[in-house]
């Protein structure tokens, strides 16, 4: 149950900024998940639906967008879709990518009363 862990950091982000806001009830949730997180986004949205009852969050609505998985060539900088070309650089044909981005899971924006 991947989705069940990254619901619970939601939430956990979602409740702590809301405090900082004065949020008495959330709306809408739109997170940023990054490709190689391989989210469902179905799953998680269900799994969130079940934890965030008797919460700040609990008729919130969560979007879960997928972020492309980017990797950054070592040699010439550029920066690529990891998952159509892995760690060779589709440039230099070096090997070396780095991965930048794609691995995280991000709260985009919240919106709340
Ligand atoms: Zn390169």
Redesign the pocket.
């Known amino acids: 149950m991947h989705e069940l862990a990254l619901a619970q950091q939601i939430l956990h982000i979602v409740i702590q900024t809301s405090q900082e806001y004065n949020f008495l009830t959330v709306s809408k949730i739109k997170i940023k998940a990054g490709e190689l997180l391989a989210v469902v986004p179905e799953a998680l949205e269900f799994s969130f639906k079940i934890i965030s009852q008797n919460t700040v969050a609990e008729n919130a609505q969560l979007i879960v967008q997928q972020e492309q998985a980017i990797a950054q060539?070592?040699?010439?900088?550029?920066e690529y879709p990891w998952l159509k070309y892995g760690y060779q650089?589709?440039?230099?044909?070096?090997q070396?990518?780095t991965i930048i981005r794609g691995r995280d899971l991000t709260i985009d924006y919240l919106e709340g009363d």
Not at 73 to 78: D, K
Not at 89 to 94: D, E
């Open positions: 060539c070592q040699h010439c900088s550029l650089c589709p440039s230099c044909k070096k070396g990518g």
